[in-house]
C-alpha cells in the first residue's frame, strides 16, 4: 500500500506537514486502527495554518490601514479564536483531502433530505446501545467539548459578547451553519443531535468563561 502523499496530485493538497505526514503514515498507517481520524487531523491542521497566515497578514494590512495602535491582548484573542473556527470548520465541514482552497468547493444542490436526521436524542440514544460506545462519547462529549472554546472566546471580542445571549445565538448559528455544510458538502451527518450538543459545549464555555471572569475581578480586588 502506498502510503505517501501525492502533493496536488488527485486533489490531495497538503501545503506545510506534507513530509510529517509521509514519516507518520510510513510507520502508522497499517498498524493504527483509527488511521483515517489521524490523517484527518494532520490535513485539517495542515489547512487551518494556511488559512491563519492568511488571515494574519490581512488583519495586519487592515491595522496598518486604519493606523490605530492595536491592544495586543484584544489581537491574541482574535487570532486564537479565528485559529479554532478554520480548525473547527476544517475538521467538520471541509474535512476532505480535495477541499483545500474555496474553488474546491462544489455543493450537491440535489442532495435528498431523506439523510438529514431531525429526531432529537434518537441517533444518540442507539448509539448509546451499540456494541461500542465510543462513537456515542464523541457524538456527546466530543461535541461539546469542540464548542466549549467557542463559549469561551467569543465574549472576549466585544461588549456585547459578554452577554449570554449572544453566545447562544452565536453557538446556534454555527452550528446549523455546520451541518447545513456538511449536508451540501456530503461530508457528514446533518443531525439535530450534534446542534443540541454544539449549543450545550456553547452555554458551558461561556460559563467558564464568566466564573473565569469572576475569579479575575475577584483577585483585583483583593490585591487593592
Keep these: 500500500m ?8 488527485g486533489g490531495d493538497v497538503m501545503l506545510f506537514l506534507g513530509p510529517f505526514y509521509s514519516w507518520i503514515a510510513g510507520r502508522m498507517a497499517s498498524t493504527v486502527n483509527h488511521w483515517p481520524l489521524i490523517r484527518l487531523i494532520v490535513y485539517s491542521v495542515d489547512k487551518t495554518i494556511l488559512y491563519a497566515l492568511i488571515f494574519i497578514a490581512l488583519r495586519i494590512i487592515w491595522l496598518l490601514f486604519k493606523r490605530d495602535r492595536p491592544r495586543w491582548s484584544h489581537e491574541l484573542a482574535l487570532l ?9 470548520l476544517a475538521l467538520t465541514v471541509f474535512r476532505g483531502a480535495h477541499l483545500y482552497y474555496p474553488w474546491d468547493i462544489h455543493p450537491d444542490w440535489g442532495r435528498s433530505t431523506n439523510v438529514i436526521n431531525l429526531r432529537p436524542l ?19 462529549i466530543g461535541n461539546v467539548l469542540w464548542f466549549m472554546p467557542l463559549g469561551l472566546l467569543w465574549p472576549m471580542l466585544g461588549r456585547w459578547g459578554h452577554r449570554w445571549f449572544g453566545t447562544a445565538v452565536f453557538s446556534l448559528a454555527l452550528s446549523l451553519s455546520i451541518e447545513c455544510w456538511q449536508f451540501l458538502l456530503a461530508t457528514g451527518i446533518a443531525d439535530i443531535d450534534d446542534v443540541i450538543f454544539n449549543f450545550v459545549g ?16 475577584m483577585f483585583r480586588h483583593t490585591r487593592t
Excluded: C, E, P, W
Design 80 to 88: 486564537v479564536f479565528v485559529t479554532y473556527l478554520i480548525l473547527l
Design 2 to 9: 502506498n502510503v505517501l502523499v501525492k502533493y496536488g496530485v
Design 122 to 140: 434518537a441517533g444518540s440514544l442507539q448509539l448509546f446501545h451499540a456494541t461500542s460506545r465510543l462513537d456515542f462519547y464523541y457524538q456527546t
Design 202 to 217: 456553547g452555554m458551558v464555555g461561556y460559563a467558564v468563561y464568566q466564573l473565569l471572569r469572576g475569579a479575575i475581578r
